[in-house]
């Protein structure tokens, strides 16, 4: 019987074990963190449904639900695929083991019926005695005496062995139930997925009775982003003036190079300018969600948060300018050396112009938006204005 083959298949076992182990924890941490998502975007919904004004803001969040929605069945059906390989390789292991455990019991069985032939203890003193040399009669003592020490290792094999295949059975049934479980956690998140489909459906079609009205003003919408982006860029270049530059770029004094450059290093680590919340319009130009051949430009991103959240400075700064913007509220200007953070929507302040900043501490509450509420944040770099999520940890 070879005993390394045993050895080799429970190595092999176990290392896949190990490896399978730390790729489910990496799907499940994922699982739950997407699970998470989706319990904030319905307290979001519920919110937004006893809203009836904001319909938008529903197609919206049941949009972005449907994507993390597929995220999980995606996920889940990962899940299950390694769930499979575990139990393939369990099976393999288990077919192997038992071959190996029938081959040491039919080798203990001939060892048994051997030794019971020769059972008795005359017969071995006789053969032992027989020997013609004293050498030879050493050597048939310890053959006796390795053939009892061989069948006590060959009992503990065999034991061992069914050990073996005892946790691996175990196991086995395990997996088997999650991979049940797993497969239950598909179907009801695709019966969700067609749910909210429905339910976007419906929404859409209650937005498009209302056409003409939205679309004009969504028009206004347009204008006063245009005329946002027009104002912020008269004051960014006021500020370069300001500073003695004699470019569009602001001059800066040795301090404000060092926190510039602190900003710059921190690019994709910045803290969220709130605490919770989703990222419910991109930077650049968005397809309108229900009428297609509406874009918006939005010169940062528009997150959609909880009802009337506070707002925080995603960096050490000045405050350089508080104004008020018709459609956008209250409007926060932090400068950071050459880049500006720019935080709109504020319906309370909790700094003044010229204050110094912390990362994270407050600066203000966003105005609320029916039951929810929504801050579009900029980051801006001189005259040019950046993605702000290239800038923020990923969520």
Do not use: C
Request: glycine share 4%.
């Amino acid at each position: 019987m070879n005993v390394f083959r045993v050895i080799l298949i429970l190595i092999f076992f176990f290392t896949f074990t190990v490896a399978y182990t730390q790729s489910i924890e990496a799907i499940k941490k994922k699982n739950a963190k997407t699970e998470k998502e989706i319990a904030y975007l319905n307290k979001l919904l519920d919110n937004a449904r006893n809203d009836q004004s904001a319909t938008i803001q529903k197609i919206t969040i049941i949009n972005l639900k449907i994507v993390k929605g597929k995220e999980m069945i995606q996920s889940l059906t990962n899940e299950v695929k390694y769930i499979e390989k575990q139990i393939s390789s369990n099976e393999y292991v288990k077919s192997d083991l038992e071959a190996s455990k029938q081959q040491m019991l039919d080798f203990y069985a001939k060892m048994v019926y051997e030794t019971w032939k020769k059972r008795n203890t005359s017969d071995k003193l006789v053969y032992i005695f027989s020997s013609s040399s004293f050498t030879q009669a050493y050597a048939r003592y310890k053959y006796f005496e390795q053939v009892q020490d061989y069948s006590k290792r060959q009992l503990e094999r065999i034991k061992q062995t069914n050990d073996s295949l005892t946790s691996i059975n175990n196991q086995l049934t395990e997996l088997m139930a999650l991979k049940n479980a797993t497969q239950s956690k598909i179907s009801a998140q695709n019966n969700e997925l067609i749910k909210e489909q429905n339910q976007a459906n419906k929404y859409v079609g209650e937005l498009k009775k209302k056409e003409k009205e939205i679309l004009r003003k969504l028009n206004i919408e347009i204008k006063n982003r245009e005329r946002f982006k027009k104002e912020l860029e008269k004051l960014i270049a006021a500020q370069a003036k300001k500073s003695g530059s004699k470019n569009s770029n602001y001059k800066l004094t040795p301090e404000e190079k060092l926190i510039s450059d602190d900003f710059a290093k921190n690019k994709g680590k910045l803290p969220w300018p709130v605490e919770q919340g989703f990222v419910s319009e991109k930077f650049g130009v968005n397809i309108h969600p229900v009428f297609k051949q509406v874009k918006l430009n939005n010169a940062g991103i528009t997150i959609t948060t909880s009802h009337n959240a506070d707002v925080r400075a995603v960096f050490k700064g000045v405050v350089t300018e508080i104004m008020f913007i018709p459609g956008d509220n209250n409007v926060v200007i932090v400068r950071h050396g050459n880049y500006l953070t720019v935080y709109s929507n504020l319906v309370e302040i909790f700094i003044k112009k010229g204050d110094t900043v912390n990362v994270k501490q407050k600066i203000g509450k966003l105005a609320s938006s029916g039951e929810n509420s929504t801050l579009n944040f900029q980051v801006w770099k001189d005259k040019d204005n950046m993605d702000p999520q290239l800038w923020l940890t990923p969520w």
